[in-house]
């Protein structure tokens, strides 16, 4: 069983299956998007050879993703100024 970072209910197994890198609920999820999103992705061209005398051949693109942890920072801060404002 996980548990959403910020508000600390379960998240959907379906959810998990899909993203197993998720640490949010799908309300959280939907929310951090105004902050750039749960994950960074970047991507670059894959080289696959150089030729003699050949410029750069590149192949395809490789992508990696890191969580977003100032989104994430942002998100909690905002969640608990709601519940203490309650």
């Known amino acids: 069983m996980t548990h959403c970072v910020i508000c600390g209910q ?4 379906e959810r998990i299956l899909y993203l197993p890198d998720t ?3 799908v309300d959280h999820a939907a929310a ?3 902050y750039g999103g749960e994950f960074i ?3 670059e061209p894959t080289k ?3 030729a003699s005398g050949m410029k750069n051949n590149y192949s395809g ?8 942890e ?3 920072r942002k998100l909690s801060d905002e969640h608990a100024a ?3 404002s309650r």
């Open 32 to 34: 951090i998007h105004k």
């Open 23 to 25: 640490r949010l609920c």
């Open 70 to 72: 100032a989104a994430l």
């Open 61 to 68: 693109v490789s992508t990696s993703q890191v969580r977003n």
């Open 82 to 84: 709601k519940q203490t």
């Open 41 to 43: 992705i970047t991507s």
């Open 48 to 50: 696959t050879s150089k």
């Open 10 to 13: 379960e998240i959907d197994p």
